[in-house]
């Protein structure tokens, strides 16, 4: 992937997730302004992505009447599992420096339920992607947001220090 998209995909998750600026990396909160720039930084974010798929895709017309709407329904979906997890960083966040053992298990515990659910949530929408996708676009399509979702992870993972 080029330099120019994984320097867009980082900057992006950094606005999107409130990191950039902030003093620990993530535990701070933008301002009303910052939640509108996030808003807009999404949006272009969204709009990008969806470039960047559609490129690599090349579904046919009827493929593609049937794949976008699923599309749109598996961003929203997502997007309640990133809303999610940006709570369990920030929960994170606030015991850096001085996590019990209890308040580490449930960081644990969080973290890999909601991998897990992530993790069903995909096999459903995949498994309806198939009944009209050929296995082989739809194996690109797993590259390709895979991809892009292992460029957003490493930013934010980049930003949160290490339990003390």
């Known amino acids: 992937m080029p330099k120019s ?6 900057v992006a998750t950094l606005l999107l997730f409130g990191l950039a600026g902030s003093s ?28 960047l798929i559609r490129e690599h895709l090349h579904l046919s017309p009827e493929s ?4 976008w709407p699923l599309y749109d329904q598996f961003q929203t979906q997502l997007d309640s ?36 659910k992530r993790a069903e949530f995909t096999r459903k ?3 309806q992607l198939a009944t009209f996708m050929s296995y082989r676009n739809l194996a690109l399509y797993i590259q390709l947001e ?15 220090p290490l339990i003390q």
Not at 5 to 10: A, G, K, Y
Not at 64 to 67: A, L, N, Q, W
Not at 84 to 95: A, N, P, Q, S, W
């Open 5 to 10: 998209i994984r320097f867009f995909l980082t």
């Open 24 to 51: 620990n990396g993530f535990a701070a909160e933008t301002s009303d302004s910052g939640h509108e720039d996030a808003g807009a930084d999404f949006k272009d974010f969204s709009q990008k992505r969806r470039a």
């Open 64 to 67: 593609s009447k049937r794949f």
């Open 81 to 116: 599992f990133r809303l999610k997890r940006r709570e369990v960083l920030f929960d994170l966040g606030k015991g850096l420096d001085g996590m019990s053992d209890e308040e580490a298990k449930e960081y644990v515990n969080d973290r890999l339920e909601l991998d897990q």
């Open 125 to 127: 929408y995949f498994n």
């Open 146 to 160: 895979t991809k892009i979702r292992a460029f957003v992870e490493a930013g934010i993972e980049e930003s949160i």
